[in-house]
């Protein structure tokens, strides 16, 4: 017999179960098993015209899973049940709100299939498809400390004209890290351009041994 998993990758029964069947693609291609979750995920949304509630409903989960590591290790636990699981998720969805069939849908699939460990994993593979589906494109300046307002709009407006935004709306982060000295690292979309004064001196202490 063919697993629960399976059968909602394909067909997507559960999930869009009770809805006419429209022609529905993803924005964009995303690989491994919490892809092939957020994508079965986002094609019976989409179906039900229902994206933005379930954005909702898993980003709910998503704080909760980053703000308390304790709930985080209970979903990991193995040891603990998948029934008990999945009323610790309900506990946490009825502070805020109920949530909408799909998102229960989806984690009694996940539940019945062992994979609650990998609900953070899903959240981001969807809200991937989601960023894809509004025409974004991350962008992510690293800097060795946070960046003045200014600066940082001096590098988005330039990045936004050129060819690397592909058209697209840039999501800008500074993410400071003090190790790479100074500089900065531009990540947009798959790309990066590295102008860190550590890279440099990587290539400076590279040139110096190979001369050697």
């Known amino acids: 017999m063919a697993?629960?998993?399976t059968r909602l990758t394909t067909a997507v029964p559960k999930?869009?179960?009770?809805y006419a069947a429209a022609s529905v693609k993803a924005p964009i291609t995303l690989y491994g098993l919490e892809g092939r979750y957020a994508?079965?995920?986002?094609?019976a949304a989409a179906r039900q015209n229902n994206l933005e509630a379930v954005e909702k409903d898993l980003n709910t989960f998503s704080q909760a899973i980053k703000k308390d590591t304790a709930f985080k290790s209970f979903l990991e636990n193995p040891t603990v049940p998948r029934?008990?699981?999945l009323n610790g998720l309900s506990d946490v969805a009825k502070k805020v709100g109920k949530p909408s069939e799909l998102t229960n849908n989806l984690l009694e699939v996940l539940a019945?299939?062992?994979r609650l460990n990998t609900l953070d994993k899903v959240i981001e593979a969807y809200n991937e498809l989601m960023s894809a589906h509004r025409n974004e494109l991350p962008l992510v300046?690293?800097?060795a400390k946070p960046l003045e307002k200014?600066?940082?709009n001096k590098i988005v407006d330039s990045l936004q004209k050129s060819n690397l935004a592909e058209g697209k709306k840039l999501l800008v982060s500074n993410k400071v890290k003090p190790?790479?000295?100074g500089g900065i690292l531009v990540e947009i979309g798959d790309k990066s351009i590295d102008l860190t004064v550590s890279s440099k001196l990587a290539k400076l202490n590279k040139l110096i041994t190979d001369s050697v």
């Open 39 to 43: 994508t079965a995920l986002y094609t």
């Open 15 to 18: 999930l869009a179960r009770g």
């Open 179 to 181: 190790d790479i000295l």
């Open 3 to 5: 697993s629960r998993f």
């Open 83 to 85: 029934a008990t699981k």
């Open 112 to 114: 019945e299939n062992g």
């Open 141 to 143: 300046v690293t800097s």
């Open 150 to 152: 200014a600066a940082l």
